[in-house]
RNA sequence: GCCCCGGUAGCUCAGUUGGAUAGAGCAACUGCCUUCUAAGCAGUAGGUCAAGCGUUCGAGUCGCUUCCGGGGUACCA
C-alpha cells in the first residue's frame, strides 16, 4: 500500500510502486517478484523461503512458546470464585475455561503463573441456605438423598427465597411498601442474626456452616475436575475478611476511611468521582468489598507477585475500580496495577440466567447432555469401531467438552454471548470437533506412514516447489509465535481458537486435493508429512492452551 | 437520571489495530466417498456493517449526535 509514500514520492501510485518494488527484488533475496494493483505493491515470496520457515517450525523445540525462568515474572489469576450456596452454572463455565485458558497462555509467554480461587464460603447468601436447612431440612444430607452436594445446598438457598418472596407478599399486602418488607421480612432478618453469630464464632452454627461447605466442595471437586480445570492456591473468604476488616479498621485510624454514627464505615470516593462506598456493615460485619481487600493483602504477603489478574464478569467493573482505588489509598503499591480480566456475560434465548429463579443451565446437566450427544453422535456416524469400549467413553468426553469448550472460548471474552442449549450443540463447520476431526485425520495418516517405514523427517530439498495451498499453510504455520504473544497481550483465548481454525480449515482443504503417502515424488510427499505432522502439533499446542484435548483417532 | 459496554448475512460469530470485491459456521439448495477418516471438501444464495454527520487519498474500524439492547449505580455477591 504505497498512499502514505506519495508525498515524499511525488509520482503516481504505480509509478511510486513500481520503484518501490524493483528496489525491494534487488536488494531482498527472499522477495523473488513483485505487483502492483490500485496502488497496492504485493511482494511474492520465493518458496525456499516458506520451507525453511516450516524446517524452522517443525525443528524448534517448543516452537511458538516462550520458555519459563525463575526470573520470569509472576502473575496470579484469580478464577473461578464460586459462592458455596449453589452448584456451578454456565456462566460460571465461562469463567472457568477463560481463567484456566488465560493462565495456559500466559505460561506459554514465558511468565510463572499461580492460578487461585477465592471461595466465597461467608456471608448472608450462605446464611440464608443454613437457615433454610435448619427450617425445612427435615435432617437431610446429600449421602441420604443421593444428591449431588452443591444441588443439595442449591435447592435450599431456591427454598429460602420462595418462603421469602412468600413472606414479603404478605407484608405488602399488608400494606408495608416493598422495602420495608425486604428489609423487615423475619426470614432476612433471622439469615442476619445467623450471620452475626456466625461472625461471633457461635461454635452450633460454625459447625452447621462447616458442615454444608463440605457437601459443596465434594460437589464442586466433580466439576472441576471433569472441567479439567484446577488450582495452585485457594483462598476462602472466611479467612480473608478478617484480614479485610483489620485493613478497613486501620483504615479509619489513618483517616482513609470514615465512620456513621450508626456504626457503619465508609470510603470517599468523590475526588475520584465516584460515591461513598461501604466497608463495614453498622451491625459490624464485612460486605463482599471487606474481604476483597483482605483477600489481596493476604496473596502478596504469600507470593511475590508481579502482576494480578481477576477473571470476574463486567457486571462487576465497577467493584473492581473501586477496590483498585481503595488498596491504592491503603498504601499499596499494586493496588493501581489491579488488572480486572472483564468478560462478558452469558446469556440464554430467554434472556439471563438467574439461580434463585431457576433459569440456569446447570454446569454438570449441560456437560453430561453434550456427552450424550456425542454418544450417539459417534454411534450413528460409525465411528470408533475399532476402539475398546472404555477408549470410545474416553473420545465422548474428550469430544464432548472440546465442543463446549471451543464453542464458549471462540468468542471475544469482553462480548456477551448467547447460549442456545438446542442449537450450541453441534459437531460440524466451526467447533471444537472438527479441529480434533482434524488432529485425528492426520495422526491416522502418521501412523500409517510409520507403518510403510517411510521416513519424512529427514530429505526437506530446498528445491521443493509449493502449490498455494501449502504455501497458504505455511503462512499460516509462521504465524503461530506472533498468534500466542497476541493473545498474551490481549489475554484472549479466542485469537487461538480462530486461529485454530483458519489452519484447520486450510489443511482439510490441502488434504482433500493434495496425496500424502500416495504421492510418487519423494520431495512432495516429504514436504506432505512434513507439513501434517506440523501441523499436527500446533492444533495439539493450540487446544493445550484452550485447555481442550485431541484424540488419536474419532 | 448518571456511568460503562455492545449493535456486522435469517441465527451464532470473525474482521490482523485506517487499506484492495466485508469473511466463516449454522440453517436452505447443488455436487463430491472403489484412493491417506465424508464429524470432510467444492459450489449457489444471503449485507444500506443500527441511522446520520464529520475527520482523509481511503472508515465496519477514529470523533460527534440519535435510536435500540445489556450491565452498573445496594448495609446483595
Known amino acids: 500500500m504505497v498512499f502514505p509514500f506519495l508525498k515524499y514520492s511525488k509520482k503516481s501510485p504505480g509509478e511510486t510502486a513500481n520503484e518501490i518494488g524493483n528496489f525491494i527484488v534487488s536488494e531482498i533475496q527472499e522477495i523473488e517478484s513483485f505487483n502492483v494493483i490500485n496502488g497496492f505493491l504485493n511482494l511474492v515470496i520465493c518458496d525456499d523461503y516458506w520451507v525453511s520457515a516450516l524446517l524452522k517450525a517443525v525443528n524448534e523445540e517448543n516452537y511458538g512458546f516462550t ?78 438423598t443421593g444428591g449431588k452436594g452443591d444441588h443439595f445446598v442449591g435447592e435450599l438457598y431456591v427454598e429460602f427465597d420462595k418462603h421469602y418472596k412468600e413472606e414479603i407478599e404478605e407484608l405488602v399486602n399488608k400494606g408495608y411498601s416493598k422495602k420495608e418488607a425486604e428489609e423487615n421480612a423475619s426470614l432476612i432478618q433471622e439469615a442476619r442474626e445467623l450471620l452475626i453469630k456466625w461472625e461471633a464464632g457461635d461454635k452450633e452454627t460454625v459447625n452447621l456452616w462447616r458442615t454444608m461447605n463440605e457437601w459443596v466442595y465434594e460437589g464442586f471437586d466433580v466439576t472441576y475436575r471433569k472441567l479439567g480445570v484446577d488450582f495452585d492456591k485457594i483462598y476462602y473468604e472466611s479467612d480473608t475478611y478478617i484480614a479485610g476488616r483489620e485493613e478497613v479498621l486501620r483504615g479509619v485510624d489513618n483517616g482513609i476511611f470514615y465512620r456513621k454514627e450508626d456504626g457503619s464505615v465508609w470510603a470517599d470516593l468523590t475526588k475520584n468521582d465516584l460515591d461513598h462506598k461501604l466497608l463495614l456493615r453498622s451491625d459490624g ?71 434463585r429463579e431457576g433459569t440456569v443451565v446447570d454446569a454438570d446437566d449441560l456437560i453430561a447432555e453434550m456427552e450424550d450427544y456425542a454418544r450417539q453422535m459417534s454411534q450413528e456416524l460409525g465411528k470408533l469401531e475399532n476402539l475398546t469400549r472404555e477408549e470410545a467413553e474416553n473420545n465422548y468426553e474428550i469430544i464432548a467438552l472440546g ?36 488432529y485425528a485425520r492426520i495422526k491416522s495418516v502418521l501412523r500409517k506412514a510409520a507403518e510403510r517405514n517411510i521416513n519424512y523427517k529427514t530429505e526437506l530439498s530446498p528445491d521443493t516447489l509449493l502449490s498455494n495451498k501449502e504455501k497458504d499453510i505455511i503462512k499460516r504455520i509462521s504465524m503461530f509465535p506472533d498468534i500466542v504473544k497476541e493473545a498474551g497481550k490481549e489475554y484472549s483465548p479466542a485469537l487461538i481458537a480462530n486461529y485454530c481454525y483458519e489452519l484447520v480449515k486450510e489443511y482439510n482443504q490441502f488434504y482433500q486435493d493434495h496425496s500424502i503417502l500416495h504421492e510418487s515424488n519423494t520431495i512432495k510427499r516429504n514436504l506432505r508429512l512434513i507439513l501434517s505432522l506440523t501441523t499436527s502439533r500446533i492444533i495439539k499446542k493450540s487446544m493445550q492452551l484452550l485447555g481442550i484435548k485431541v484424540p488419536e483417532r474419532m
Not at 464460586?82 to 454456565?90: F, S
Not at 481487600?293 to 473492581?320: C, L, P, S, W
Not at 465442543?403 to 471474552?413: E, G, N, Q, R, T
Request: one cysteine or more; aromatic letters at 12%; hydrophobic letters at 35%.
Open 285 to 355: 460485619t464485612s460486605v463482599y468489598m471487606t474481604q476483597d481487600i483482605g483477600t489481596a493483602k493476604m496473596r502478596f504477603n504469600d507470593f511475590k507477585i508481579d502482576q494480578m489478574i481477576y477473571v470476574v464478569g463486567n457486571e462487576q467493573n465497577y467493584h473492581f475500580e473501586v477496590l483498585s482505588i481503595l488498596l491504592d489509598k491503603l498504601g499499596y503499591e499494586w493496588g493501581r496495577d489491579l488488572y480486572h480480566f472483564s468478560y462478558g456475560m452469558v446469556e440464554l434465548p430467554s434472556g439471563k440466567m438467574k439461580s
Open 403 to 438: 465442543a463446549l469448550k471451543y464453542f464458549i472460548l471462540k468468542v471475544d471474552p469482553k462480548k456477551n454471548m448467547l447460549f442456545n442449549p438446542q442449537e450450541s450443540i453441534d459437531f460440524n463447520g466451526n467447533t471444537g470437533t472438527f479441529i480434533q476431526y482434524t
Open 67 to 144: 520458555n519459563i525462568s525463575e526470573h520470569s515474572k509472576l502473575v496470579m489469576v484469580e478464577y473461578s470464585s464460586p459462592n458455596t450456596n449453589k452448584p456451578l452454572h454456565l456462566g460460571h463455565i465461562r469463567n472457568n475455561l477463560l481463567g484456566f485458558s488465560l493462565a495456559e497462555i500466559l505460561k506459554a509467554n514465558g511468565h510463572r503463573v499461580v492460578k487461585t480461587n477465592i471461595v466465597n464460603d461467608r456471608g448472608i447468601h450462605i446464611c440464608k441456605s443454613m437457615l433454610a436447612w435448619q427450617k425445612w431440612g427435615r435432617g437431610e444430607t446429600p449421602e441420604s
